[in-house]
């Protein structure tokens, strides 16, 4: 029953740069980890990263890896993706999802049926 509200999508240029926010309801949020999928126009859905809430440990998709990086805000129940030097295969609805689930491989958390709650999603548009 948690709401989580993606924002922060938009268009940018090859190499730039783009900060994703995904902000949940409830004073008593406390989720195990808080991932990130993608969905580009035709395609499945795809894993992008996932991080534990306390920020200590993450996973990133070979795709990602060096270029994004998640990071929370626990005080203020928010999870977010920087996304840098970006490429035009990086267009895509991007969605949180959080897990509370505790689990002994953070890799698990790269399949998206592992997760309780998304968000609405966000468009990530980047041109050539």
């Known amino acids: 029953q948690v709401q989580l509200v993606d924002s922060g999508g938009g268009l940018a240029h090859t190499g730039g740069s783009l900060r994703l926010s995904c902000a949940a309801s409830?004073?008593?949020?406390?989720?195990?980890?808080m991932g990130w999928f993608r969905q580009a126009p035709g395609k499945e859905r795809e894993f992008v990263g996932v991080?534990?809430?306390?920020?200590?440990?993450?996973y990133y998709a070979d795709s990602v890896k060096g270029r994004f990086t998640i990071s929370t805000d626990t005080a203020k129940n928010t999870v977010f993706l920087q996304m840098n030097s970006l490429k035009p295969e990086d267009t895509a609805v991007y969605y949180c999802?959080?897990?509370?689930?505790?689990?002994?491989?953070?890799?698990?958390?790269?399949?998206?049926?592992?997760?309780?709650?998304w968000g609405q999603g966000t468009q990530v548009t980047v041109s050539s």
């Open positions: 999802a959080a897990d509370i689930h505790r689990i002994v491989r953070l890799t698990t958390l790269a399949s998206q049926a592992e997760y309780d709650d």
């Open positions: 409830g004073r008593t949020f406390s989720p195990y980890a």
């Open positions: 991080s534990t809430w306390s920020g200590g440990s993450a």
